[in-house]
């Protein structure tokens, strides 16, 4: 065998003699990370590493606001502001855990954490019920990383350099391209066909048909195939690594994952479980919400090296963020989620509502026809954050008037208020009010 090929076997996470050693004393020696930093200065860096930390102190904002039964709208932004710093650090560990492992278990490893903050918030809103916020903060990470960031990447970019240069993204676009096509279908069968337009309930979100269900279940299984292969490819396709100094031990790494893991687990349930309260006492929809602010929540330090990447000129190492973002929640978090709502008995789908829809092919449409030239300047980005802005826009309007505090409707000369709200309990009295013309009755 020849020592290119020893080399590569053993620079894949093992070492001379660690065969020979027995399992308990390997796992003892990973517990003392021997040769790797110590666990004091493992969880210093993890600690004192970024300015984002000092955001933690909204965690035990969100534990507190949410057992003492605070204000709902302070629990929604107590919870908020935690996960973001909480992003970052699962993010970190996430990377420093992948140095000692090598590209396979690397891979591995990223792909299942990368979009970890997705699939938490998702897993809570689905066990909640809350298929909207599932479905719109799925579409919403998407547009974010796709118009927000690379828009803003190329807009900074411009500032500095005049013109970016990049190589073709291939498989990726395309990829993008398919996983639009796919969320194309189901809203196509629901509003053209006969099967798809039955509905059995006021809210056909609750209650899809059996041809809408089959249709999702199926094309999740078909994209999580298609993520494997896209996963394999890219694994195939690496030529070299960089080699990267670790700041933390790999057991020091590990066990931060998991307690950062937990503790986001909580902030989301408590943010997932103030949003239908927050958005009944509040003028704010649950579209806004879903596709603007849960996105940035999980996101926020991926956007931060994106934009920080394209200042420096590396414009494929912010498309590869961007781009390859959105195909993981598209292709892994999305069809993930319509799984577990298998599983426990949610009845998600991949039926967008129409709005969803159409803004996420043009969307798609117009990073492809940006990207297929190989440049990036100012303008490009610019023109991506116009689309994202008019987005948010339509996502602020998008008030449902039930959600209202005060709702005023006018029929014949009646008008409806709303008069109480019980603590917790979402149930609402109305009563008709009259106006000062009609007869002085009041109608319950």
Known sequence: MSSSESTRLLGNGGHTGHKSLPFARRIVDCMKGE???????SFKFFIFGTWLNILLVFVPLSFISHNMNWDVGLVF???????VPLSKLLGEATDQLSVKLGETMSGL???????????????AALLNSQLRIVQTSMIGSILSNILLVLGCSFLAGGLYHREGIFNGTGAQACLITLLCITFVVPAAYASTTD????TYCSNPDECPTAGLLFISRGTAILLLGAYCAYIWFQALALSE??????RMGTAAAGVALLLVTVVISFCADYLVTSIEETTARYPISKAFI??????????AADHVTAVWMATKN???????????SSIQIACLVVPLLVIIGWIVDQPLTLHFHNFETIVFFVSVCLVNLLLMDGKA?????????????????????LVDPSNHILITISLGGLKYHRLHRRHRIHKYWYRLVPLPHLDGHEYV
């Not at 490893?109 to 897993?123: M, T, Y």
């Not at 690594?241 to 670790?246: G, I």
């Not at 879903?290 to 996101?299: K, Y």
């Open 77 to 83: 932004r107590f919870s908020f502001m935690a996960i």
């Open 377 to 397: 300047n100012y303008l490009e980005g610019l023109m991506l954050l116009t689309l994202y802005s008019v987005i948010g826009l339509a996502c602020k309007s």
């Open 35 to 41: 040769g790797e930093p110590s666990w004091e200065e």
């Open 241 to 246: 690594t960089d080699e990267t100094e670790p």
């Open 290 to 299: 879903g596709v603007i602010l849960l996105p940035i929540v999980g996101n």
């Open 109 to 123: 490893l990223n792909a299942s954490f990368g979009n970890a903050v997705e699939i938490i918030i998702g897993v």
């Open 314 to 324: 590396k414009y494929e190492l912010t498309i590869s963020i961007c781009i390859g």
């Open 195 to 198: 099967p798809g337009k039955e």
